[in-house]
């Protein structure tokens, strides 16, 4: 009767569940969940999970599972359970999430409430059956409808553009073509005329901004247009400046020499730095120079900068006006050797006093207080710095390294020339210091004042009383001009025996150009046209420039040039006829002045001052700064000059020093000053074979030594000017390497090491490339990053890694290979692995080890020292030794042996590959059975041949089934010496002792100790 009753209960519950599982798979659960929406975690309730159960009649298990609401309001539906990481499959789920996981309704419907504190029916889950430990864990989630009003699919919490008109499609943003500005400017796509508008830029109502217009019309937007104003839509660009054909000025030269007040040329190699833009020349050995420049070189007031400072001189900087139409100019610069110089290795704490010496007489003294100079964040400077100072005397030959050239100031509006606020100076004395740090930087700015003295030139003694106070004026290099900064006072010193001298001194805030000078407030001028004199045809001189130098006064003006021959110079105008201004005119040719001096019908030029004519200044006020005014200007028609100068050569070549059958290039871009046409021939010579009347190679003959190579240029007037180069075919030594650095030299992983090589040539030759390789090691990636610099990208793996750096001179030899070392950190993650058997107890080898047939479970807790992230664990078990079930950081391991132990092995690496090995040794425990007693009667009978019947009451802790018991007697014999059951029959033997000994085995094969009787 009751088991056809449980036969039925089974069957009952079987149709049951069925129905169940019909019921919330038809369920119209996508209608009760109302549209679109998300399940989300609910965190405020208690998961109740019931007992592990077993239905027989299903033959599955299966546990009753609820949820208590813990939140302060009504939780409602739809709700559902979702089982994670079950040891057994589920059965009854009613799906799976998008991850797979089986979830079952603890209510579908949208109505559902659970108020607070109250706990949900239960829901069952049904397992599959089979040998395994028994877990699963449980996740409530609650279904969030979402609104979308706009109805474009996107939910309103998420979409960026509300409203979207029902016709038109939204993107993953919720926003339509109608509603999307991808670029940002305030105009909608579908109205933005220029869709790709630079971040920042002001756009017009069509979402066009300045840079993508096309104002000239030609199909390229200003942005790119290399014309934006002149249509030329093929964009031809001849010479690559950027400025298209259509609209580019002509390229222009200029030229000329560097020479010291001596007449000597400057160091070769001088920088000549020319214009806004900058464009760099360099000085030969006669210290001559050109560069061609554009109209990025022009600046706002369409002049031309040219500066220079060689170390151990002066600077100077004059200006031009280059000609719109292209050509040459010549522009020659004139500087002073530094007078005198002191090195100071820590001006923050001590004092600078330096004064300027020469020919045996003192000119000049600077006087600093400690940490008055300061750098550039108003800090004081602590590195050495080198201190110069050099006067110059405006009534000599020095004048020529008078900085600026024309002699222009900034004045008062109103007080310059014709009005304006330009005026000339007269100079009275001036001089230049110069500061530079140990690490090359220049230094100007001061904290303090220092003290700035300066002796009046000979022509200026005795001409101002102590006291007079004198305009103290600084030169501006970005302006091009004088700015007035206080005063200069006139005092009284004595040279040292006896005799007093005038001098001025001043108070300076900085350090540059300092002038004592008379701004000039009235001006005449010399207008004419500069021609040459002497050639069949009508020749304008268009490349230089007339130049005044005052005879009654000091100051020298720079004058304008039209680049059509026509020159203007303005003077200081004379007060009256009877005792007039008097000035020298002259052109600056090759860094002389070449004097205008009269000669039958025209004029030539002389170097000799004293041969030059002298001019009398118009008692006219006119300028050549204001054209209106310029016909007031003394009229010297047409100046016709007698000069002819050669052309000018300037070798070059690929290198000077030649391996032997090596080939270079020589070559030279010749020019005449004069724009006359010439002719150029090379000179034979060994190893030179000409390619053009310019252009040659020179290849090293096998014989060592020197080679001059020569070229010849003449003009159509037989001027000749040539250039030797001297050619030196050598040996070629290979260069070495003497060093290398790694910074750092031990790099984290993934992070750059800055290398450095050093390398140097026996012949002198220079060095030109660096090549790097990683040898040993691996991994990473070396970037050359400039010359003799790389730039190492660690590998991922710690360890060291061995490079390689070779270098090469110009000749083509290389060097041999330099091994370094650099070591690549990484830390291993750290952590440990936890051990939980199946009662939640914690594994420990002596203490609490896993019994017979149990598993453990393995939990590995580890982080990285580096935030290598994420780590990836991989578990192994030692053969035949049980099943291991990973699971990421966790894993389960069922041993198969009955007693000793095995182990686990987990291998954690982080996301570069670096890892970190932890064994877990598994020991499995077997108790051994315990016998309690043996009892053969009571009492035993012990007549010699009687038989007992002996039972042994035995046990094992572990619950382990007894198998087999062991018998062995002292003194007669037993039925058998192994039986599977406890008792046994004793026969004793003949008159004495005996004995009986009884051991049980468990099933798993563990013996208890002997007991006896």
Known sequence: ?????????????????????????????????????????????????????????????????????????????????????????????????????????????????????????????????????????????????????????????????????????????????????????????????????????????AGCSASQLDDDDDGVNNAVDNCPTTPNSDQVDTDGDGTGDACDTPEQAVFGVV??????????GTVIKIGANTVYAETDENGRYQAEFGADEVNADGQVFVS???????????????????????????????????????????????????????????????????????????????????????????????????????????????????????????????ITGASGTEYENLNAPATLKMRLPDAEQGKYPAGTKIPLWYYDEEQGKWFQEGEGEVFQKDRGDGVMEDWVRAEVNHFTWWNIDWPVSEHACYKGTLVRWGVPTLQYITNLNLQAEGVTYNGTSLGRRDGQGGVCVSVKRSQSTGSPEKVRLFLNIDGARNYLKTVGDHYGLTTNQSEAEIFDNSTLSASCRVPESTGDCIQLGDLRIDMNRSPVVNLN????????????????????????????????????????????????????????????????????????????????????????????????????????????????DPIQDFEWETLYGGGGSIVKTGFGTATWTAPGLAGWRVHRVRCQDNQGAWSGWHLFKVLVTNQSPVGSVQATLQDGSTYDWSSNPVPIGECVNLAANFTDPEGHVPLSYTWYANANTGTLTPNGNQAQFCPSYTWGYGWVRLQ???????????????????????????????????????????????????????????????????????????????????????????????????WSPWKSI
């Open 1 to 205: 009767m009751s088991t056809d009753w449980k036969q039925h209960r089974s069957i009952f519950w079987a149709m049951v569940f069925g129905i169940v599982q019909l019921v919330l798979v038809s369920s119209p659960v996508s209608a009760a969940l109302g549209g679109q929406g998300a399940w989300v975690t609910v965190t405020d309730v208690t998961v109740t999970q019931g007992s592990r159960l077993y239905d027989r009649g299903l033959r599955v298990y299966f546990t009753y599972n609820s949820i208590t609401n813990n939140a302060g309001g009504a939780l409602s539906g739809p709700l559902r359970f979702v089982v994670e990481e079950s040891s057994h499959d589920v059965l009854n789920s009613d799906g799976a999430t998008d991850a797979g996981e089986p979830f079952l309704y603890i209510s579908d419907s949208p109505d559902y409430l659970l108020s607070p504190g109250s706990t949900s029916s239960d829901v069952r889950i049904n397992f599959q059956r089979k040998r395994a430990a028994f877990s699963y864990g449980l996740r409530v989630e609650q279904f969030q409808a979402v609104q979308d009003e706009d109805g474009d699919g996107v939910p309103d919490t998420e979409d960026q553009c509300p409203g979207t008109p029902p016709e038109e499609e939204a993107d993953d943003s919720g926003c339509s073509d109608s509603q999307l500005d991808d670029d940002g400017d305030g105009v909608n796509n579908v109205l933005d005329v220029c869709p790709d508008t630079p971040v920042g830029e002001q756009v017009d109502a």
């Open 259 to 268: 020479l010291d007040t001596d007449g000597n040329p400057v160091p070769a």
């Open 308 to 434: 220079v400072k060689p170390a151990g001189y002066t600077s100077y900087q004059t200006k031009f006006t280059p000609d719109p139409q292209g050509g040459n100019h010549e522009v020659n610069l004139t500087v002073k050797v530094v007078d005198s110089e002191t090195t100071q290795p820590n001006p923050s704490s001590t004092a600078i006093d330096l004064n300027a010496e020469e020919g045996g007489q003192t000119t000049g003294s600077v006087a600093i207080p400690a940490g008055a100079i300061i750098d550039e964040n108003g800090d004081p400077v602590t590195e050495e710095v080198t201190v110069e100072l050099t006067t110059i005397d405006p009534s000599g030959e020095e004048m020529g390294a008078f900085t600026g050239g024309d002699f222009y100031a900034a004045v008062a509006p109103g007080q310059g020339i014709g009005g304006g606020d330009v005026a000339q100076l007269e100079t009275v004395v001036l001089a230049e210091v110069n």
């Open 653 to 764: 070549a690929t290198r000077t020093s030649v391996k032997q059958g090596d080939t270079v290039d020589v070559w030279d871009p010749p020019y005449d000053p004069d724009g006359d046409s010439f002719t150029c021939a090379w000179v034979p010579q060994d190893g030179l074979t000409p390619t053009s009347d310019i252009t040659a190679t020179w290849t090293a003959p096998d014989v060592l030594g020197d080679y001059p190579v020569t070229l010849q240029c003449t003009d159509a007037a037989g001027a000749m000017g040539s250039d030797t180069i001297v050619m030196r075919s050598v040996e070629n030594n290979p260069p070495a390497v003497t060093g290398v650095n790694a910074d750092p030299l031990y790099v984290p992983a993934l992070n750059d090491s800055l290398l450095t090589a050093s390398c140097t040539d026996p012949d002198g």
């Open 908 to 1006: 954690v690496a982080d996301s570069l590959g670096q890892t970190n090995t932890v064994y877990t040794y598994i020991r499995v425990s077997n108790l051994p059975p315990k016998i309690h007693s043996i009892n053969c009667g009571t009492p035993p009978l012990d007549g010699a041949g009687d038989i007992n019947t002996c039972s042994v009451d035995a046990s094992d802790p572990d619950g382990h089934a007894l198998t087999e018991y062991r018998w062995q007697v002292g003194n007669g014999s037993v039925a058998s010496s192994s039986t599977s059951v406890n008792e046994n029959s004793w026969t004793l033997g003949a008159a004495g002792s005996s004995w009986l000994y009884v051991q049980v085995k468990d099933e798993y094969g563990a």
